[in-house]
């Protein structure tokens, strides 16, 4: 096979259908309808001799000779985006650069609405592409490139990945205002006897000692330890809900009180410390991976991020082995 004779957009298609195992995925993915998509594979394995892709229950699964080539072609795809974008000096100004980030929807309340407005304001041609993913694949998305950043508490992109701290956080609790049975202090007794309402984010599979656990399964932990036991009388894998629930119910919620901050005075909802001796925290950090650290884009936005959200300028970002 001659790569004279390689049509770089088929490596592009090919390295979609990779990621995607989705034939109308992958052509969203890189901008091509589905029949474009279809068009190419069939170039492909004319090229390659090889049937690349089959179907499954499942949707496509690549063949022996796909997961051969598969690392080869991402790793000079990824080569030579890195020297496109480097080629010319980032100017947030002017770009027109799509930027993907690792967000959970907490996330987004607390990062997006300072974030985009600050961009419209200094970068008008930037944009932001949010991912959600269950908190076991950030590691895959960023080591595959499919995002630049991840940002919040996330444990368990501890080794291998570049880390620069934002700020601190902790737990309240969350209830309506006009709540029957309590007012405005909160004991562990009324705490663990009350029902209440826990997000627990899709995929994210509750375990007492994974490192990948979210954030509202940490809280569920801690009150273990503790010896304590709550009724969970609703779980949803959502934030965006959780507001409406708690100002029309009796339920409690325990969430991070930047969150709550932002969240209540726009409802009739009341912020409470946690009866608990010492409630947990946590650091919220922004993360990324080697491959991105010295590009001028994502440099560019980690400092915009820093900027806008860290509590005391300074730290460096480090890299754990």
């Given at each position: 096979m001659n790569i004279e004779n390689i049509d770089l957009n088929l490596l592009v298609a090919f390295d979609a259908m990779m990621q995607e195992r989705n034939v109308t995925r992958a052509g969203v993915r890189v901008g091509l309808s589905q029949p474009s998509m279809s068009h190419a594979l069939v170039r492909l394995r004319q090229l390659c001799g090889d049937p690349l892709f089959v179907r499954v229950k499942t949707g496509m699964e690549p063949t022996p000779f796909a997961l051969r080539i598969a690392p080869s072609v991402r790793a000079g795809l990824s080569v030579l985006q890195a020297g496109l974008q480097n080629a010319v000096p980032f100017d947030p100004a002017q770009s027109g650069r799509t930027f993907e980030v690792l967000l959970s929807d907490l996330g987004e309340v607390v990062f997006l609405p300072r974030l985009m407005k600050h961009l419209t304001e200094v970068a008008p041609g930037i944009s932001l592409r949010v991912l959600q993913r269950p908190r076991e694949g950030y590691r895959?998305?960023?080591?595959?490139?499919?995002?630049?950043?991840?940002?919040?508490?996330?444990p368990a992109l501890s080794a291998g990945f570049y880390q620069q701290r934002l700020f601190g956080d902790h737990y309240v609790c969350l209830l309506r205002a006009g709540h029957p049975r309590i007012g405005q202090r909160l004991d562990i007794q009324q705490f663990a006897a009350e029902s209440h309402v826990m997000?627990?984010?899709?995929?994210?599979?509750?375990?007492?000692?994974?490192?990948?656990?979210?954030?509202?399964?940490?809280?569920?932990?801690?009150?273990?330890?503790?010896?304590?036991?709550?009724?969970?009388?609703?779980?949803?894998?959502?934030?965006?809900?959780?507001?409406?629930?708690?100002?029309?119910?009796?339920?409690l919620a325990v969430i991070p009180s930047t969150v709550a901050r932002i969240m209540a005075p726009q409802r009739r909802i009341k912020i409470l410390p946690l009866p608990l001796e010492t409630p947990p925290s946590f650091e919220v950090k922004q993360f990324w991976h080697e491959r991105s650290h010295q590009d001028d884009g994502t440099r560019w936005l980690r400092g915009v991020i820093a900027e806008l959200f860290m509590e005391q300028r300074s730290p460096v970002p480090t890299v754990l082995d």
């Open positions: 895959d998305a960023l080591e595959a490139e499919e995002a630049d950043l991840a940002i919040g508490f996330l997000i627990e984010p899709a995929g994210s599979r509750y375990s007492r000692v994974s490192p990948q656990s979210s954030t509202t399964t940490l809280i569920e932990q801690y009150l273990e330890k503790q010896g304590l036991r709550r009724h969970i009388a609703l779980r949803v894998p959502h934030f965006t809900v959780v507001p409406d629930i708690i100002e029309t119910s009796d339920l």
